[in-house]
């Protein structure tokens, strides 16, 4: 670890790293539920000694972590494969395509992360509940990670949270309470909760150390790409503590004066649960009234971390555009086909970004650009059928197989050898790092 101080994204106040917790205190008088939080805090390190201390012949990541490795969980975070795929690439129009596939985490969403750097805080500060509003992924992850760790994860989740998340949390040993109400109404219990009756709470931003548990993820992307920037990182944009984590990693790399340029991030929102992107677009912000949307985990009315996500894709003179249900659910199967990977509609929706922004001058045909998967399909089969037919059964005879066969158009069966994957031996899967685990 490297000594931090935590620095207000609002009002630039610095606080030592045990006088705050949560939202800068002078800030936080703005806030009132149902607007973006106000007074984020962002840990800035003593970067002179990053630079002093970090080499890459022996990478150690824990100079960029904000909690010390003695206090990790014991559950194996990140190192998730980054790759090229040409057939996608192909496929798309584009012709240096990278995936990273954070669908691979232990609870199958990069949000484990997150978990992973909060639950390592809750070991120093001795707390042993962590609480969370969450509709999915994020309470999921939290559940994973407090599980290894012998933790309670206390959960609130809207009455209507949908089931294959709801039955992992369970699972995981979580103690989970239905709210009758929106996620708006459970997240504000949730504060009240430790408010008045302690715990940590983990909600995503609402904690800093959420955004430094995701900016691994771009540490991890810069180490697996040879040390070099991608020229663009597309990113699915629910809440924006994703894509504000990844643009933490690549400004603390400047800060340390390790890289020289960020890469430009692309904010992707679902049609309808665009508010950062009407906020980038305009320098308004209105919530999304109606964010209903089969990538669920970005289906956000009023998004938690809304000024720090456009803070980031202004600076990193990156931009931002909309899909729609049918564009994500058609990108869902382009992805599965080219490359195995079975995402949730979520992370599809970056695929289907940059089918759409194939000849749009805003990407370069031959620039490099990640996209960033950040969640498993497996989270979501109901959502994926609507999208598939599932085949008949047939006769168990030569004649029948070959009945059903003859209607069919096999998609592995296409002319090019160059097909992408996750080739372990292959020499596409570039080599794991341990960026803070976290
Ligand atoms: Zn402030």
Not at 55 to 68: C, G, I, K, T, Y
Not at 213 to 231: S, Y
Request: hydrophobic share 40%; net charge positive.
């Amino acid at each position: 670890m490297t000594k931090f101080v935590y620095q207000c994204s609002n009002c630039g106040k610095r606080y030592q790293r045990d006088e705050v917790r949560y939202l800068c205190p002078l800030c936080a008088r703005d806030y009132r539920p149902g607007i973006p939080l106000v007074g984020v805090l962002s840990a800035q390190f003593d970067y002179g000694a990053i630079r002093k201390r970090f080499r890459r012949e022996r990478p150690d990541w824990n100079l960029f972590s904000a909690v010390e490795e003695k206090f990790f969980p014991p559950i194996a975070v990140g190192n998730t494969p980054f790759f090229q795929s040409v057939a996608l690439g192909d496929k798309l129009g584009f012709g240096n395509v990278w995936i990273k596939n954070d669908g691979l985490n232990p609870s199958a969403s990069l949000k484990d992360r997150a978990s992973f750097l909060i639950v390592a805080e809750g070991n120093r500060l001795k707390e042993n509940t962590v609480v969370a509003a969450s509709t999915g992924n994020a309470a999921s992850a939290l559940a994973a990670v407090c599980a290894s760790a012998g933790k309670r994860a206390l959960i609130f989740v809207p009455q209507n949270a949908p089931k294959p998340k709801l039955v992992q949390m369970v699972l995981y040993g979580a103690t989970v309470v239905p709210v009758r109400g929106t996620y708006d109404d459970a997240f504000r219990l949730s504060l009240e909760y430790t408010t008045s009756r302690g715990g940590l709470n983990r909600n995503t931003a609402y904690h800093p150390l959420t955004i430094e548990g995701k900016k691994t993820v771009g540490l991890e992307i810069w180490q697996q790409n040879d040390w070099r920037v991608p020229d663009a990182i597309l990113v699915p944009v629910g809440d924006g503590v994703i894509i504000s984590g990844v643009h933490k990693a690549f400004c603390d790399l400047k800060a340390a004066g390790l890289i020289s340029q960020l890469p430009r991030l692309v904010c992707v929102q679902a049609g309808k649960s665009n508010a950062i992107h009407h906020y980038i677009e305009s320098g308004i912000y209105e919530n999304a009234p109606n964010p209903n949307t089969v990538a669920d985990s970005i289906s956000v009315s009023i998004p938690s971390n809304a000024h720090m996500a456009r803070k980031a894709v202004l600076e990193s003179s990156g931009f931002s555009l909309t899909v729609s249900d049918d564009e994500i659910l058609q990108a869902q199967r382009v992805l599965a086909t080219t490359t195995g990977i079975f995402a949730e509609p979520a992370s599809s929706a970056v695929v289907a970004a940059l089918k759409k922004l194939r000849g749009s001058k805003r990407l370069g045909r031959k620039e490099q650009i990640v996209l960033l998967i950040t969640g498993h399909g497996l989270k979501d089969v109901e959502t994926a059928m609507r999208n598939i037919q599932l085949p008949k059964a047939v006769e168990p005879t030569l004649a029948g197989v070959e009945q059903a066969l003859a209607k069919t158009k096999h998609p592995s069966l296409r002319p090019s050898p160059r097909s992408g994957g996750e080739r372990v031996a292959g020499g596409r899967v570039r080599g794991s790092s341990k960026a803070g685990g976290a």
